[in-house]
T-cell receptor, first 112, second 113 residues
Framework: LAKTTQPISMDSYEGQEVNITCSHN???????ITWYQQFPSQGPRFIIQ???TKVTNEVASLFIPADRKSSTLSLPRVSLSDTAVYYC?????????????FGTGTRLKVLA | AAGVIQSPRHLIKEKRETATLKCYPI?????VYWYQQGPGQDPQFLIS???????DKGSIPDRFSAQQFSDYHSELNMSSLELGDSALYFC????????????FGPGTRLTVT
């Protein structure tokens, strides 16, 4: 089963832009890439979803290259309240069995 | 806006007991997913249902079973509980199967003693 990998942790300062990348070499052909934010003991909170190229909403942008083997979540002007763990979620299809795979998670710490 | 509802929020069971977790999806959502998240770990996909039929199956132990009912709510049944089953169990729902954006509930914290 292919691993979906992310940097373990990142530090940033308030007001900066943060980019978090997820590597998903075995993403299923027709699957979307979704990013979530999770605070301790809470359910993952939907941030953004995309299939290819670039998607932007009111809180983030998602960049997906043509080969779709990675994706980058961009958070503009982070604040202290953005301190959380960020996960990518993709579909994987090993041996014809479709599964949803969370990335290894990136712990973002925003400093004042 | 209405969110995914999970009950109970907390559950304490002893080894070898059974537990049933319930999930009520966002209204009009037809797909339900179950995930398990152990302490300090990533969420692990267990199973999903689309239009009341099992859709995909992940790392769900044989001791666990689940179903989706006619009103689209879902239940995860866990038997012969083990200490290692202690975790947060999340339910998510979406519209339209695999392509839908999954929205997660607050989770059920299961503690097995």
């Amino acid at each position: 089963l292919a691993k979906t990998t992310q940097p373990i942790s990142m530090d940033s300062y308030e007001g900066q832009e943060v980019n978090i990348t997820c590597s998903h070499n075995n993403i299923a052909t027709n699957d979307y890439i979704t990013w979530y934010q999770q605070f301790p003991s809470q359910g993952p909170r939907f941030i953004i979803q995309g299939y290819k190229t670039k998607v932007t909403n009111e809180v983030a942008s998602l960049f997906i290259p043509a080969d779709r083997k990675s994706s980058t979540l961009s958070l503009p002007r982070v604040s202290l309240s953005d301190t959380a763990v960020y996960y990518c979620l993709v579909g994987d299809n090993p041996s014809g069995t479709y599964k949803y795979i969370f990335g290894t998670g990136t712990r973002l710490k925003v400093l004042a | 806006a209405a969110g995914v509802i999970q009950s109970p929020r907390h559950l304490i069971k002893e080894k070898r007991e059974t537990a049933t977790l319930k999930c009520y999806p966002i209204p009009r959502h037809d797909t339900v997913y179950w995930y398990q998240q152990g302490p300090g770990q990533d969420p692990q996909f267990l199973i999903s249902f689309y239009e009341k039929m099992q859709s995909d199956k992940g790392s769900i132990p044989d001791r666990f079973s689940a179903q989706q009912f006619s009103d689209y709510h879902s239940e995860l049944n866990m038997s012969s509980l083990e200490l290692g089953d202690s975790a947060l169990y999340f339910c998510a729902s979406s519209l339209g199967g695999r392509a839908g954006e999954q929205y997660f509930g607050p989770g059920t914290r299961l503690t097995v003693t």
